[in-house]
């Protein structure tokens, strides 16, 4: 086996023992300082779990971006939000109080949603950089900086297009 796919899966197993470490946590948090509530409403807890689980995916899906300088902006911010969803989830076992609620939860979300949007943020400014490059480079000759075959004939169509919507003869 190759050493990256090794260090891929073992990066891998290293955030879902957190994950499942993290949960452990919650429930006995929950299961200790609060009382179970008699009338669990199951689709809010599929739901809040599904979530919880969606973001799993995404906290560990995102180590494809480590060398990037927003990876730790959507590292925490999936993981805050998965504490907060898995959180939310056991709201349905157990009758948390206002303040755990509002601090484990709200507040978590809080953050995560401000993470993840510092995270996307800085990604799409790459993504727009890159893709103006490559626009630059589809076009322009590296070496001489002229417009290469595929440059000029984008130029002549839109000189052209421009032409015929200004009813002009060239």
């Not at 902006?73 to 989830?89: E, I, N, R």
């Amino acid at each position: 086996m190759n050493a990256c796919f090794i260090e891929e899966i073992a990066l891998i197993k290293f955030r879902l023992s957190i994950v499942l470490a993290t949960t452990v946590v919650l429930f006995l948090i929950s299961y200790s300082a609060f009382n179970l509530v008699e009338d669990v409403r199951y689709i809010n807890l599929i739901t809040e779990s599904f979530t919880a689980l969606v973001c799993v995916f995404f906290y560990i899906k995102v180590d494809d971006l480590k060398h990037k300088k927003y990876h730790a902006f959507l590292s925490w911010g999936f993981y805050l939000a998965f504490v907060s969803m898995a959180t939310d989830a056991m709201d349905q076992l157990f009758w948390h109080g206002e303040l755990f609620t509002g601090i484990v939860e709200k507040t978590t979300m809080l953050f995560a949603y401000a993470l993840v949007f510092l995270g996307l943020r800085k990604w799409l400014k790459e993504y727009q950089e890159l893709t103006q490059a490559l626009e630059v480079q589809a076009k322009k000759d590296n070496l001489t900086g002229l417009l290469n075959r595929r440059g000029m004939q984008l130029e002549l169509e839109s000189i052209h297009n421009d032409a015929l919507e200004n009813n002009k003869k060239y």
